[in-house]
């Protein structure tokens, strides 16, 4: 059974690697509120471990950013939701008039 964390992100929202004491670091994303934290586990190897499951969380971070910073530009308009729609009404009438 594993546990799944789902994070919808808030303004003020961020990440960064933190020293709680010397010698330790940890990556922590969220918030004062909400956070996550990656530690490195006391083992031989999590070192090792820590690092490659951060690469992979940095790679798919920038993939997921690129996403939804593309989604953002194809989604946002600078006219109105009713200026849409009666610009698509006056093309229908006009396509309908010719």
């Avoid at 994303?29 to 934290?37: H, L, N, P, W």
């Amino acid at each position: 059974m594993g546990i799944h964390v789902v994070i919808q992100p808030l303004v003020g929202y961020g990440a960064a690697v933190v020293s709680p004491s010397p010698g330790v670091r940890q990556l922590v994303a969220g918030s004062e509120e909400t956070s996550f934290i990656v530690q490195v586990p006391a083992r031989i190897g999590g070192l090792m471990d820590t690092a490659r499951f951060a690469q992979s969380l940095a790679a798919a971070a920038s993939e997921f950013s690129e996403w939804c910073e593309t989604q953002h530009r194809t989604r946002s308009h600078s006219s109105s939701f009713h200026d849409q729609w009666s610009d698509d009404a006056d093309d229908a009438v006009t396509r309908k008039n010719d």
